[in-house]
């Protein structure tokens, strides 16, 4: 492979017309010139200038290269350029994985805030469970991803690289009116009697609520099972039953619905991010980290918020 900083110097001889003037305008000294150009000739098996009382001139394999030098030269510093950019988030891709309940609050207020500050980023999403996230992760096919994990659940994968965000209990979500919504809060055992919307329908997670229930003295009644946040909450409101809602979504639930903490610590998740089984994180990556933790801390101040004030509670 050619030396490329010997080709530098092989056009700079080319236009200067001699080793001198060359090395002034590399800041070298001529022998280092002449050493360099000599070791080129060695590498490539031939002559490359002549040297003669009135300067150096190119041979043919010589103009031959420097013919081709200023392309090669203008597509280094078109990569040197691209690489530039995408070290300072002025270009790139970046793929995001994460699991549907936080879709409409977190994953959504992060994207417009990284758009607001990165608009060069491109944005690749993809939503799915957390098993869904690592195998993507795995498969080089999402650069990070939003997971989640109960108590009760067991760890990911030790290759799965995770970074905390955020502690995300489950509230409970009950119609207006409803004979609870004026407590503090609602202990588990007291929802004994109620019709349930769970708001998951697979995977993992779906045994988490009844396991909870279990712990505490009864089998929840389950009437439905929808991973469509809007149909638990328009159900909820329509007083077909009650429904865990996340933290993190309480900010966005519609106000004909309630809620209220409940007191119970099995039904409380961690919400990290996991990272591909690799030592290298994009520049990209590592921003989105920091808007997704800032997002967090806004979706919790504003969650607690409106528990304090109640907003959505009967008089």
Known sequence: MLDVRRLWILREVSRRGSFTAAAQALAYTPSAISQQIAAFERELGTRLVERGARGVSL?????????????????????EKELRAFAGLESGLLRLGWFATAGSTLVARSIAAFRVRYPGIELDLFQGDPDECVAGLRAGEINLALVYQFEMEPPLPDDIEQLDLVDDPLHIGLPLGH????????????????????????????????EACREVGFEPVVALRTDDRTVVEGLVAAAAGVALIPQLTVPTVRTDVVVRPLDTKALSRKIRVALAPASYRSPAALAMLSVLKSVCAELKDEAARRLTSGRGRTE
């Open 59 to 79: 041979t043919e394999p010589g103009r031959l290269l420097v013919s081709q030098a200023e392309s090669v030269f203008h597509q280094l510093d078109s990569i």
């Open 179 to 210: 004979p609870l919504a004026d407590r503090d809060s609602i202990g588990l055992a007291d929802l004994a009697d109620e019709h349930w919307i769970q708001g998951v329908r697979h995977g993992p997670t779906l045994e988490v609520l009844p």
